[in-house]
């Protein structure tokens, strides 16, 4: 069971950029409305324990962010084939047959997902706003999409 937290900027802030050590090393968190429109407070969503570890033991939680939601799911099946990181992987058939589609593409982070969707797919921003927007866009096209 993975549980994935969604981190919420304080106050007005569409956009907040912070770097947080996590086992050692300072790694950056963006928090992002995730639209293009400069609307709503920036969210940062993460299923890494190590870094919700890190934000929630941090000085500026409760100040600058706090948490506002979590969800658990259950781990998808691990393969043992090697995928490049940086490109969506695709699991199950390659070549569906008709009347299924059983090709499901996983990508690291919303933020991906997003990026995906608005580049390939020619989605626009608001269409990916969230989340769930974007699971729902890209299962109108036919994508199962998978956020690890």
Known sequence: MKTIKTYIAIGNSAKLNLEIKVKGQYRRIEFS???LA????GKYQTSDEDIQKALESSKM???MFKLKATKN???PAKT???QNVSEPK???DQNPKEGGNDNAMTFASFNELRDYLMSEHNCKGSEVKTLNDAL???E????KAVIE
């Open 33 to 35: 409305n995730g639209g």
């Open 38 to 41: 400069m609307n709503g407070n």
């Open 61 to 63: 939680f409760g100040v």
């Open 73 to 75: 799911i259950a781990e």
């Open 80 to 82: 043992t084939q090697q």
């Open 90 to 92: 695709l699991s199950g």
């Open 136 to 138: 729902n866009t890209a």
């Open 140 to 143: 109108k096209l036919g994508i």
